[in-house]
């Protein structure tokens, strides 16, 4: 294939595409404004003989650069998809003609709107460098799983059943972990009415036969280092000797251990023997192999049993848990048939406040309960006495009545603290020059945490993986589960979030899928997520380079560390290319063969921009593709009108937007610019971590330009967007408009 570019521009008549807009003019926008080399329409682009003509022209016409003309850059993905191109997509349906009314007094502005996009992705495509693979990668099929419990023996047994070698680290002397421990588990069969056997002991002799399985018992990870494909862990035993072995990707299924039952001293626990934590008395029962449960206390048999559910967890108050471990109200159902399968006479009362059996067969297990006596009591316990026998002081939340209800034992559900290792420091989101100095003694800090490294990672970030809220280790478990913030790690179980032994062991098999994607695409240089495949990869203009770190500091993933001569060294198989770095860069050295500072600010000066007297305001939208992205389309599938003024560019992450972009633009002549991030906190959205919070920190420094210019604030705006605000991002932008049309068109158009 020539080196020289040569653009394609293709139009699609499908959808009602041709019915809205000319489509001639729209051709003539793509060759003469856009330059295209050659344009094409058809009917139906993505079908079979659409893609065929687009392939005859890459094959036969010298075709590299690609503009497709149809829909969402987001739909049809598989159908165009096409090797050794550059490609750029205009999104006529869901950006166009969905949004907008059909009606002929709009169809001018509806028109204009479409020969923007097509300019833009002309424009987009002609500063698009084609991606390669720099050479950097590496296969490494081995899967490191730190822990031994049911979620790391089923991501090992998932793992080896794919065809790939498993090294399995767990601290303790047997595998197995917290279920190997219990008498029997909560029912995973319909229909969902008895408890039933842990199957622990067959699946410990499953991975103890399968020879693509190494297990090391009473070991722990003392270091770890690399990144996908590359990793290389230290693996020590107890008697202190260390052997170092090589791996491509690495799940963390550590586990939890129990809530701490002695920080609830209202509840006698410590004081009163018979005043137990649910896991001593699946040890009881254990011991009672199926025989009468006896307390502790006397060795007498338990007639009369209370349990208290949310001991020490949903509360706010210090030292407790402030979220709900989400297993303990049907463990609490299961313990208490432990007592009425042997008795049906003994009183066993469930004491709670909100009673929660999630899964399939939840509530036929909670049924099953009540059929079979057990007595559930909506009530706040407030106290245990302490006595012969403990008495539980409770407000009866029905009745609105003080309950003293003397019982042979006490079951505290104390709930899960998970396994996750050290909280790593919090990165600086912007350093500013004077911040230099003090990013440096951050990095000198030492950690002081009471918990043990589990990982022991050699990375500048910190030893573990960071925790979001309530310790867990780091994975949105909706926008991105198993994923952390350490590229080619994965959490599964109890250390991502509270769950029951089935739902650890589901929760495994995902996680072993993300580690063999991270090992598999860390060999053909591709990331391994959210932007599965993408080749391109970050470089920078070392002429330009002024050694300020801020692209290793605000790097969220650690892909970034710095030569010898204190310039940026990219790693490859670690970078996820959200771009954040190249939003960070002062000077604009860095960027992606397929995502730059030109790709975007040659889109936003591609725009035609009406002079203030045409009275068509240019609002301009950065959206975050992960998103907001997503939410306008689904916006427009529902046929949710917004001003035909807009003009929206789709960026990687917030925290990758240049602020040239927005100076370009206000220089352009757009009246107004909005910044379309995901939602920030503890319960954040983004893919790639902090990426709103930067950008509304980084336009901080935009409303004071905008002020020392003469420029009302509010002509730049950074909007939180979930990617289900398909209702409000219309909203915004409609609302943007008419702060346009209050505060006047940009003076800048003069």
Not at 136 to 154: D, P, W
Not at 260 to 286: C, H, I, R
């Amino acid at each position: 294939m020539s080196d020289e570019m040569k653009i394609g521009a293709y139009i699609c008549n499908g959808c009602g595409i041709s019915e809205r807009l000319d489509s001639a003019q729209l051709e003539m926008t793509a060759t003469r404004d856009g330059k295209a080399a050659l344009c094409k329409q058809h009917d139906f682009l993505c079908s079979e003989a659409g893609v065929k003509m687009i392939q005859d022209d890459i094959d036969n016409e010298g075709v590299n650069h690609l503009v497709i003309a149809a829909c969402s850059r987001r739909a049809k993905t598989d159908a165009f998809n096409f090797d050794n191109v550059a490609l750029s997509r205009a999104n006529l349906r869901e950006g166009v003609i969905w949004v907008r009314p059909d009606t002929d007094e709009m169809r001018e502005t509806t028109q204009e709107m479409a020969d923007d996009y097509i300019r833009m992705a002309c424009a987009e495509a002609k500063y698009m460098k084609i991606p390669q693979a720099s050479g950097e990668q590496s296969v490494n099929k081995n899967i490191l799983i730190a822990g031994g419990g049911v979620a790391g023996m089923t991501a090992a047994l998932e793992a080896s059943k794919a065809g790939y070698p498993c090294t399995i680290v767990e601290k303790t002397g047997q595998l197995g972990g917290a279920t190997a421990k219990l008498y029997k588990k909560i029912p995973t069969k319909a229909p969902y009415a008895d408890p039933q056997d842990t199957g622990v002991a067959e699946m410990i002799a499953a991975v103890e036969a399968d020879s693509n399985i190494t297990v090391h018992l009473n070991s722990t990870l003392t270091n770890t280092a690399g990144a996908p494909g590359r990793f290389k862990a230290d693996i020590s035993t107890e008697s202190g000797s260390t052997e170092t072995k090589d791996f491509g990707a690495i799940v963390q299924a550590s586990g939890f251990t129990p809530y701490d039952a002695s920080n609830l001293p209202e509840f006698s626990y410590g004081k009163n023997k018979d005043v137990v934590t649910q896991m001593e008395l699946e040890a009881l029962a254990v011991e009672a192999k199926g025989a009468a449960i006896k307390r502790p206390s006397d060795g007498k048999e338990v007639q009369s049993v209370l349990f208290i559910q949310c001991a020490g967890q949903r509360s706010k108050k210090e030292g407790h848990l402030q979220h709900c471990s989400g297993y303990c109200c049907s463990a609490s159902i299961k313990q208490a048939m432990y007592f009425k399968d042997q008795n049906p006479d003994i009183d066993t009362t469930v004491l709670y406040t909100d009673l929660r059996t999630p899964g399939a067969g939840g509530e036929n297990f909670y049924r099953s309960g009540q059929k079979k006596g057990v007595i559930f009591t909506k009530g706040i316990a407030s106290e245990v006495v302490d006595g012969a026998n403990p008495t539980v002081k409770f407000k009866d939340l029905i009745l609105d009545d003080d309950i003293d209800l003397e019982v042979d034992m006490v079951v505290l559900a104390t709930g899960m603290v998970a396994n996750a290792g050290q909280p790593t420091r919090a990165e600086l989101t912007v350093m500013d020059d004077e911040d230099k100095a003090a990013e440096k003694a951050n990095e000198e800090v030492e950690i002081r945490v009471d918990v043990e490294s589990i990982l022991n990672l050699d990375y500048r970030q910190g030893k573990d993986v960071p925790h979001m809220a309530n310790g867990f280790a780091d994975s949105h478990f909706i926008c991105f589960p198993y994923e952390t913030q350490r590229t080619g790690i994965y959490t599964a179980g109890p250390t991502r979030r509270p769950m029951d032994t089935q739902q650890a062991m589901d929760d495994a098999m995902g996680a072993a899928m993300k580690a063999i994607a991270a090992a598999e695409n860390s060999g053909l240089g591709k990331a391994a997520h959210p932007r599965v495949a993408d080749l391109s990869f970050p470089s920078f203009r070392a002429e330009g380079c002024t050694q300020c770190k801020r692209c290793t500091v605000e790097c969220p993933f650690g892909a970034i560390n710095e030569t010898d001569d204190g310039y940026p060294m990219f790693n490859e198989s670690r970078c996820r290319r959200c771009g954040t770095c190249m939003g960070a860069c002062p000077v604009r050295v860095i960027s992606f063969e397929n995502y730059s500072i030109d790709t975007v600010g040659q889109q936003l000066k591609a725009v035609d921009i009406p002079d203030e007297f045409d009275e068509k305001p240019r609002i301009l939208v950065l959206a975050c593709e992960n998103d907001a992205y997503p939410a306008l389309d689904m916006a427009a599938q529902n046929k949710l009108e917004y001003s035909a003024f807009t003009r929206i560019i789709p960026v990687r992450c917030l925290g990758s937007v240049s602020l040239s972009w927005i100076t370009d633009s206000l220089n352009s002549g757009f009246d107004g610019i909005m910044l379309m991030g995901c939602p920030s906190g503890d319960d954040y959205q983004c893919h790639f971590v902090k990426g709103s919070l930067m950008a509304q920190e980084r336009m901080q420094k935009v409303g004071d330009t905008l002020e020392s210019l003469s420029l009302e604030k509010e002509r730049v705006q950074t909007f939180e967007i979930s990617i289900t605000d398909i209702h409000k991002v219309p909203q915004i932008i409609n609302d943007m408009a008419e702060t346009i049309e209050k505060i006047g068109m940009s003076p800048f158009k003069f």
